[in-house]
């Protein structure tokens, strides 16, 4: 069974607007991370965002914010004020605790992001 | 001073062939990490070590062979390649095995072409 679900294979946005990556979840367990990377045309992988299960607000960086909906079991990606260089692909990721996952994380397919001038 | 660096960054090779990927994080961290990239851009962990121990050990060939000579090196052998074996690799570093200290970093990957 998938443990994390990307739906959209692909997203346009226009620059300076923002853009919600979509991202969920599967576990039955009570203490997880989850996480948020991108990788560029370039073709290395950087890390942007974390979340903690037991976390109660939503973590933020910079133009990144993390929707976290925990009864829905899903961690949105939001960048705000989209600029040509946020066009890549972007991954969601989940690590559960030691009680179930082991220390494994695990990828999503991808959302490949295009954004237009 | 680049965090997590491996070479080489692309790699081509005939079947049969025996070849090495080393990496190296000067981060300080103590869990580091090979993963696969498929054609299809699906990345799936391989391996893990935590201060030179191997934690994690998935389902791959035992044709790849992970060495972690300290904390700050894990290296990646693979003996006998095969077509499929086309993809990148990736080594990643971490602070730790919490969840909070699980923020991996990655290296720039190392494209494996194998004729």
């Known amino acids: 069974a998938q443990k994390i679900t990307q739906t959209q294979p692909g997203m346009f946005v226009q620059e300076k607007e923002a853009v919600t990556l979509d991202c969920t979840y599967d576990t039955s367990d009570q203490s997880y991370g989850l996480f948020w990377y991108k990788q560029p045309s370039s073709g290395e992988m950087i890390f942007l965002i974390y979340q903690g299960s037991y976390d109660e607000q939503n973590a933020t960086e910079g133009r990144y914010s993390l929707n976290f909906q925990k009864a829905r079991k899903s961690a949105n990606l939001v960048i705000s004020a989209s600029q040509l260089g946020d066009s890549a692909m972007y991954f969601c990721?989940?690590?559960?605790?030691?009680?179930?996952?082991?220390?494994?994380?695990?990828f999503g397919a991808g959302t490949r992001l295009f954004v237009k001038a | 001073d680049t965090a997590v660096s491996q070479t080489p960054k692309y790699l081509v090779t005939q079947m049969g062939n025996d070849k090495s990927i080393k990496c190296e994080q000067n981060l300080g961290h103590d869990t580091m990490y090979w993963y696969k990239q498929d054609s299809k851009k699906f990345l799936k962990i391989m391996f893990s070590?935590?201060?030179?121990?191997?934690?994690i050990n998935e389902t791959v060939p035992n044709r790849f062979s992970p060495k972690s000579p300290d904390k700050a090196h894990l290296n990646l052998h693979i003996n006998s390649l095969e077509l499929g074996d086309s993809a990148v690799y990736f080594c990643?570093?971490?602070?730790?095995?919490?969840?909070?200290?699980?923020?991996?970093?990655f290296g720039a990957g190392t494209r494996l072409s194998v004729l």
């Open positions: 070590y935590n201060n030179k121990e191997l934690i």
């Open positions: 990643a570093s971490s602070q730790g095995v919490a969840l909070a200290k699980n923020i991996q970093y």
């Open positions: 990721a989940m690590r559960e605790g030691w009680s179930v996952g082991g220390f494994k994380t695990i």
